[in-house]
């Protein structure tokens, strides 16, 4: 994702992290069954998700929580057997989730957000909601989550590098949440905004960091309310971690990654289309829409097919990308009339 001023010298963005370096790493750790963890976070983790010589989830950062917010999580309904909440790919192992992580504001190596997210704060926490709506405020994040029943969602998550994950995210309708603020009749889109908080957050001092922060990303409102978009709060059964964007974050499966964006405390209802971070720093790469196209390119990464991680240098487990990541059948009809070429 990275934009860098171009020098003919310059490695491609993909390789900043070097993949050589943690493919082996990841080959050489990666082994058969599960270990028992003794971790922080109550070892709700599935052993089958760690998988031996793996950090424990301790040492990859799950947030803390409060207690009502562990008590809520176990209490999330299941996944369904079949349907678009649910797919049969094989579940990306939560060593990688919460390793293998875009979180800028701690650093643009892929490493950086579980290495730098230690001791990053989230209880309290509140989201302001503003704009055009009948309930604009400041609330809790026990206020957010009261009346929701959290459920389990297992989707494909494609970013625009060409990676994809398959992640069993806790969360709830975002279009359920959107409704109790009651937008008006001009909210015709809905923009989100992660935390600004230098101290916490290392790039966002930085003098050399590109984006203008916050990071905002931003929905029109009719695929806000849609039933796949959620707001999630946990992964793998438990809360958060702080690498992959506590205690909040949007996940909409259908789009590009950097759709999604983390540790959300301002929601704002627009009559006008709001930028989003990317394309506000390279327009001309990272559009508004970012709905996964394996027929158009970004200039840097083929769309057509993606790494499904984890991979590795003799196991590049490269899939076909599918149209709206798989989802098509369920999201097309949001993009009748529009030529998705143009609006990438
Ligand atoms: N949100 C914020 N605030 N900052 C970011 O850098 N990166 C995005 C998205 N949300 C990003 C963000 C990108 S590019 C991707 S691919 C996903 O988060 C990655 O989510 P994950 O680290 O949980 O896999």
Known sequence: ??????KSSDIPSSEITPESVYYSRRDFMRGVGGIAIG???GGLISQAALAEGDKTAAELNLA???AWLAQKISQRKPVPASGPFVTVDAKTPYSDVATYNNFY????DKADPSNRAKHFAVDPWSVEVAGECNKPGKYTLEDILKPHTLEERVY???CVE?????IPWVGFSLGDLLKRFEPSANAKFVEFQTLLDPKQFPEQSSRFATIHWPYVEGLRMDEAMHPLAIMAVGLYGDAMPAQN???IRLVVPWKYGFKSIKSIVRIKFRSDMPTNTWKDLQPSEYGFYANVNPAVNHPRW????ERRLPASLFMPQRVETRPFNGYADEVESLYTGMDLRRNY
């Open 39 to 41: 971790s922080a976070a």
């Open 245 to 247: 964007g506590a205690p």
């Open 1 to 6: 994702m990275l934009i860098k001023i171009k």
């Open 64 to 66: 803390s929580k409060p």
């Open 162 to 166: 060409a990676w994809s994950m398959v």
């Open 302 to 305: 083929s769309q057509a097919t």
């Open 105 to 108: 504001e701690f650093g643009t």
């Open 156 to 158: 494909r998550l494609r």
